[in-house]
């Protein structure tokens, strides 16, 4: 029993003091048995708290400490920071959530507000007098880290990483590198081309020893814990030789006969079932589509270079953890929306821009010259009845930034503007007031009367009740339609499913916390980076990846991990293997062993994050979680009914 506790009531400004008693929880707090110490602060996490809270627990020599303020997923790690330094353990503290839990849901009443802050503050002081001095679990960890997906993202942390020292199993499920941004040529707002920005990060890829790189690469499985990731790898062959000669290869390429939609360019144009895609891509050497291939073998017969008989291999790959760089899919519109795929002069941002870059003297589409072009943003961001309920962030500007490029390359081009609100942040402003001062022309509408595309004849028309000429319906007859399209995630969620990172509601990974912890997940060992967490253009992208490599460096640079010892502990008397904790374990932290003569369960302990769940579903009362036990639990429970 912890007989010398310390209180502290925290009156956040005025967020929890505006409606909870604080002279009366602390007057209450100090009655309680055990209680040594009570104290009101005005920001107990500020630094002049934190000081004067290490002086009390030295000068009074407190065993335990109190900290009732806000949540517990802000500033547990501070306070635990601040038993540290004065040489109490850790996990001698508890903190109770008086703010979110209190003085904000009660807000309309002050009176039950402060009651609850009090049964609640009298819960974390019988939690705490029993709670136990607890040492953190240290386990092995291997200095290496497979990143997931090879596009810009996944380039620029395996390169920070090997510049840090750690070996990086780079993998790409595609035959090429550059992911997305190998599909676009100027970029906003460094006039940098895409096949500019994958060509120096691939070169940086090659230079590193500490980097191997895998083309081709799927992930079957995966296993183990932080610090000791097994993951198995298909490699899919790509049927050419390491050592080719490219000319020998271009032949190739003309004699194969089959020929498919080009998804590089958008379907826009063709390619071959052996095929290599621009400049922009690499390795530069070509691949044969294995999917439409039908292995006739004319390629082979005009190129020695190519092998036939490769065949699929599976690998297996250790690391200490991972870090997923998976990128993004463009929304697909939906057939008829916005006359996508009804009307012949529809198209997406994305195919816009490719047309662009294929087409260098005259803007030309199905044939016919463009002289107008509308873009109609917010296509698949910031649905009302849709699932995308967020911005797509990067939209607004790209297709500024695209109609900027086309009156410079083409000369006499109208662009029409067809938005709800254009979002061009911080700098990328600069773009539209380009965009306005060389007389793009933009009409916004309401989001509950959208823009309606229909055919008229041979023409198609855009009729939109324009909030800027107070509701004025007008109607535009544009050359070409452009649908700003959004991020979504990856359609394919494989990597996901096997990883069994968490998403968040706009399906996209999830990160514990978007300001403290932005590139972490729930999972120990699996990091996050680019678009596959949210939609991000070029920079943001590239910090996050620097982030997230930066934080993966620092789990492993050491050799060892250090865990939470708050698991869940299982009495190997009372067990009797009946399954239901592996069945609701979500981390797989439950393995079946034998032990004196019958099956147990056994708690993985790199894996195990202390939540909880097994422990309700246990038929015999055999687990408890360490730090959370029964004796602490019940303490509680009966506190809060006095």
């Not at 630094?47 to 009074?60: G, L, P, T, W, Y």
């Not at 962030?393 to 083409?410: D, G, L, M, Q, V």
């Not at 939540?611 to 004796?631: H, K, L, R, S």
């Amino acid at each position: 029993m912890r007989n010398k506790i310390g209180v502290y009531i925290c009156q956040c400004g005025s967020n929890i003091s505006d409606y909870v008693d604080v002279e009366k929880v602390k007057e209450i707090a100090s009655q309680q048995e055990g209680v040594s110490l009570a104290k009101i602060t005005m920001f107990a996490c500020a630094d002049s708290a934190q000081k004067e809270m290490v002086e009390d627990i030295q000068q009074n020599n407190l065993d335990a400490i109190v900290v009732a303020s806000c949540s517990p997923q802000l500033h547990v790690p501070t306070f635990r920071g601040v038993a540290q330094r004065a040489g109490l353990n850790p996990y001698n503290y508890v903190q109770v959530n008086i703010r979110e839990q209190g003085s904000w849901a009660h807000s309309d009443n002050p009176k039950q507000a402060t009651e609850k802050a009090v049964r609640s503050v009298n819960a974390g002081i019988a939690r705490v007098s029993h709670s136990e001095a607890l040492v953190t679990i240290k386990i092995s960890a291997l200095n290496t880290v497979t990143v997931i997906g090879a596009g810009i993202s996944g380039m620029r942390s395996a390169v920070e990483l090997a510049d840090m020292g750690t070996f990086v199993h780079l993998i790409e499920r595609e035959h090429f590198v550059g992911g997305r941004v190998s599909q676009w040529g100027d970029l906003f707002t460094t006039h940098e081309s895409g096949e500019e920005v994958v060509t120096r990060l691939f070169e940086e890829v090659l230079k590193h020893d500490k980097i191997k790189l895998y083309t081709g690469a799927e992930l079957l499985s995966y296993s183990g814990s932080v610090g000791d990731m097994k993951l198995q790898v298909k490699l899919t062959p790509r049927y050419v030789k390491e050592v080719c000669n490219i000319e020998n290869l271009d032949k190739a390429i003309e004699v194969c006969p089959v020929e498919v939609p080009d998804e590089f360019d958008f379907f826009l144009t063709k390619r071959k079932a052996i095929y290599k895609n621009f400049e922009s891509e690499f390795p530069k050497m070509p691949a044969i589509d294995k999917a439409n291939c039908t292995f006739c073998g004319e390629c082979q017969k005009v190129c020695p270079d190519i092998d036939l008989k490769q065949k699929e291999q599976i690998i297996d790959i250790q690391s200490g953890a991972i870090l997923l760089c998976s990128g993004f899919d463009p929304y697909e519109p939906k057939d008829g929306e916005y006359g996508y795929k009804t009307i012949d002069n529809v198209v997406t941002l994305q195919q816009f821009k490719r047309l662009v870059e294929l087409n260098d003297d005259k803007l030309i589409y199905n044939g016919k010259p463009i002289k107008n072009v509308a873009y109609i943003y917010c296509v698949g961001s910031r649905q009302i009845n849709g699932d995308n309920k967020y911005c797509s962030r990067y939209c607004c500007t790209s297709a500024i930034h695209t109609a900027i490029n086309i009156k410079e390359k083409y000369g006499d081009i109208q662009n029409y503007h067809v938005n709800r609100g254009i979002r061009t942040y911080g700098k990328q402003e600069l773009l539209y007031e380009q965009s306005s001062i060389q007389g793009d022309i933009y009409l916004q509408f309401y989001e509950d009367s959208d823009a309606v595309v229909e055919k008229e004849g041979d023409k198609t028309v855009i009729r939109v009740e324009d909030f800027l000429t107070a509701g004025k319906e007008i109607d535009i007859y544009p050359d070409l339609v452009v649908l700003v399209t959004g991020m979504e995630r990856r359609k394919d969620t494989s990597i996901g499913d096997i990883l069994k990172v968490p998403v968040g509601r706009d399906r996209f990974y999830n990160e514990i916390h978007p300001k403290l912890r932005p590139v972490e997940t729930v999972i120990d060992g699996i990091f996050i980076a680019g678009a596959c967490q949210g939609p991000k253009n070029i920079t943001e992208a590239m910090k996050s990846s620097l982030s997230a490599a930066a934080k993966a460096n620092s789990l492993l640079t050491k050799g060892e991990i250090e865990l939470e010892p708050t698991l869940a502990t299982i009495n190997p008397n009372a067990c009797e293997w009946c399954d239901k904790c592996l069945a609701a374990c979500p981390y797989n932290a439950i393995e079946k062993i034998e032990h004196s003569g019958k099956y147990i369960a056994v708690v993985v302990e790199a894996k195990c994050k202390g939540c909880g769940m097994c422990a309700p579903v246990c038929p015999v009362d055999a687990i408890e979680i360490i730090g959370f036990t029964n004796v602490e639990i019940e303490t509680m429970i009966e506190a809060m009914a006095e």
